[in-house]
């Protein structure tokens, strides 16, 4: 079995203000009457601590729409969680926040769609937003926790990246990760609109260098690059039920934050199925663990123990099986698959994140 996992991503909620085209979020929404009340946040939070995990990811949606927010904050601290609030911002006041580092939120991870005000309001579908997003930041460094910022770039933004790092030192983030899309669910759909060429994606290599070197000792940065130029894939979230553990808003206990969008899966629902059993027992999660399951080339290659075959919902989604080798690795037999995406990219318009 793998070792126990750090951290727990808690999505809390589907539901958000922003609709952004690249949204993590599966395409199929879970509705509010369908999300898990706070007791049973609080008994997925005991469990966690339980099997090992130290922190908690409170995300969503945005998981500030919750009203019982604030309990469930306290109820991830009772169980000796370390307590991060990834969220946009865009709802949070003084009143809310002074609640939330009263019931033990450690650390707010505030996310940004773009340096411009008119390229943000397009990527979220917010009006306003940027200006409620710089109030947040301010909020979180007056009540003393310290401030991460989230960058998704993609085509439509990284002409802004540079101006994006003068943000997050601006509004006093320690530390800023951008993060290139990563293609499944809304972003999938999105793709032609939001892949970036090889020439955008070397240019902000070179940026993220530079200010790696610029800003050392005042700002962290954390890279994430794209898959569709790669020619080896990542070892995505440290290998399938290795180390990451997640909840969905109705319950379902995942082995990767995008693993429902592996269509025909079945995954272990806390209602029925407690983390522990359904992190060393399910076959959800044992499917993809280690190499014995892996087709060829994976199967015997070098590289087999580091990326651990790379995405499976990356590779779902690009050749309707999650067992085959990831495409983004140059031998595999789908490789072919990102060459054709990228000559198709280049599109303007959006299919905006809503519930259908």
């Given at each position: 079995m793998a070792d126990a996992p750090l951290a727990l991503?808690?999505?809390?909620?589907?539901?958000?203000?922003?609709?952004?085209?690249?949204?993590?979020?599966?395409?199929?929404?879970?509705?509010?009457?369908?999300?898990?009340?706070?007791?049973?946040w609080a008994q997925v939070f005991q469990e966690a601590a339980g099997l090992g995990c130290l922190q908690v990811h409170l995300s969503g949606g945005e998981p500030t729409v919750r009203r019982d927010i604030v309990e469930i904050v306290a109820s991830a601290r009772a169980a000796g969680l370390y307590t991060n609030l990834i969220t946009a911002g865009v709802l949070l006041d003084?009143?809310?926040?002074?609640?939330?580092?009263?019931?033990?939120?450690?650390?707010?991870?505030?996310?940004?769609?773009?340096?411009?005000?008119?390229g943000a309001e397009r990527i979220g579908g917010l009006k306003g937003a940027q200006a409620r997003k710089r109030v947040a930041a301010a909020l979180v460094k007056q009540a003393g926790l310290?401030?991460?910022?989230?960058?998704?770039?993609?085509?439509?933004?990284?002409?802004?990246?540079?101006?994006?790092i003068e943000i997050a030192l601006?509004?006093?983030a320690f530390r800023l990760e951008v993060a290139h899309v990563q293609y499944y669910g809304w972003a999938l759909a999105n793709r032609a609109a939001l892949?970036?060429?090889?020439?955008?994606?070397?240019?902000?290599t070179g940026i993220v260098d530079a200010a790696r070197i610029?800003?050392?000792?005042?700002?962290?940065?954390?890279?994430?690059?794209?898959?569709?130029?790669?020619?080896?894939?990542?070892?995505?979230?440290?290998?399938?039920?290795?180390?990451?553990?997640?909840?969905?808003?109705?319950?379902?206990?995942?082995?990767c934050h995008a693993a429902e969008s592996?269509?025909?899966?079945?995954?272990?629902?806390?209602?029925?199925?407690?983390?522990?059993?359904?992190?060393?027992?399910s076959p959800a999660f044992n499917a993809f663990r280690g190499t014995e399951w892996m087709p060829k080339p994976?199967?015997?290659?070098?590289?087999?123990?580091?990326?651990?075959?790379?995405?499976?919902?990356?590779?779902?989604?690009?050749?309707?099986?999650?067992?085959?080798t990831d495409p983004a690795c140059a031998l595999s037999p789908h490789h072919g698959l990102l060459a054709e995406a990228l000559a198709q990219a280049g599109e303007t318009v959006f299919r905006y994140r809503e519930f259908s």
């Open positions: 991503l808690a999505e809390l909620t589907h539901r958000c203000p922003l609709r952004c085209p690249y949204c993590s979020n599966p395409v199929e929404l879970t509705r509010a009457s369908a999300e898990l009340a706070a007791a049973e003084a009143a809310l926040m002074a609640r939330l580092v009263e019931a033990g939120l450690d650390h707010v991870q505030l996310s940004v769609q773009d340096a411009e005000e008119a310290p401030l991460t910022l989230n960058a998704v770039v993609h085509r439509q933004n990284l002409h802004n990246l540079a101006h994006l601006e509004w006093g892949l970036p060429t090889r020439a955008q994606l070397d240019e902000a610029a800003h050392r000792g005042r700002l962290v940065i954390d890279y994430v690059v794209p898959d569709y130029h790669a020619a080896r894939p990542k070892a995505c979230m440290g290998g399938w039920g290795r180390r990451f553990l997640g909840v969905s808003p109705a319950g379902n206990i995942l082995p592996i269509t025909g899966m079945v995954f272990p629902n806390m209602r029925q199925t407690s983390l522990a059993e359904a992190w060393a027992e994976c199967q015997g290659c070098d590289h087999a123990e580091r990326d651990w075959g790379g995405c499976r919902c990356q590779a779902f989604a690009l050749t309707g099986q999650a067992a085959n």
